[in-house]
T-cell receptor, first 114, second 113 residues
């Protein structure tokens, strides 16, 4: 069974640009959660989608947005990039909503903002 | 807001030493508790989880954790660490249902020969 796939794995952007990250969950999983991982803050919750609906949202500015498609694939977008957005962005999928069981993580998309 | 505290930022142990990593959470109601591990260059994976029942939970690779409700704690233990246990360990908590999983900031474990 294929795991959670995130693309791209690495990317470099400059301040002010925008970026879109993609996540393909494990087949059959309907929930996708996104986290931002930085050395100082650990994993911080961005948002969770279940059956194309945003179920939960973390404490991030409106520049961070996401969506989920009917095939459960998800994208997140960050507009007007800032230096502080440099991080590893992790996607995780689960069968039910994220709080109900185990999350399966992808390897992440490492974003560097110059 | 619910928070998760991991007391140790970086722990260095010799092989065969015993391990205990602390985790405390702030939410007072019913919680689900998790420990995840991230080996160098790999994705996060679940070590063990507690939903209810026996507060002593056994996970993979010889790890166990004990839920102490009165102390709001869920400490991770292993009697004898190996070099291959070198990784970052994350405690995570949620209230079940539709609530998101909240992670601690992680503890980096370095095991030296």
């Amino acid at each position: 069974k294929a795991g959670v796939t995130q693309t791209p794995r690495y990317l470099i952007k400059t301040r002010g640009q925008q970026v879109t990250l993609s996540c393909s969950p494990i087949s059959g999983h309907r929930s996708v959660s996104w986290y931002q991982q930085t050395p100082g803050q650990g994993l911080q919750f961005l948002f969770e989608y279940f059956s194309e609906t945003q179920r939960n949202k973390g404490n991030f500015p409106g520049r961070f947005s996401g969506r989920q498609f009917s095939n459960s694939r998800s994208e997140m977008n960050v507009s007007t990039l800032e230096l502080g957005d440099s991080a590893l962005y992790l996607c995780a999928s689960s069968l039910g909503t994220g709080g109900s069981g185990e999350l399966f993580f992808g390897e992440g998309s490492r974003l560097t903002v110059l | 807001a619910q928070s998760v505290s991991q007391h140790n930022h970086h722990v260095i142990l010799s092989e065969a030493a015993s391990l205990e990593l602390g985790c405390n959470y702030s939410y007072g109601g019913t919680v689900n508790l998790f420990w995840y591990v991230q080996y160098p260059g790999q994705h996060l994976q679940l070590l063990l989880k507690y939903f209810s029942g026996d507060p002593l939970v056994k996970g993979i690779k010889g790890f166990e954790a004990e839920f102490i409700k009165s102390k709001f704690s869920f400490n991770l233990r292993k009697p004898s660490v190996q070099w291959s246990d070198t990784a970052e360990y994350f405690c995570a908590v949620n209230r079940g249902g539709n609530t998101p999983l909240v992670f601690g900031k992680g503890t980096r474990l370095s095991v030296i020969a």
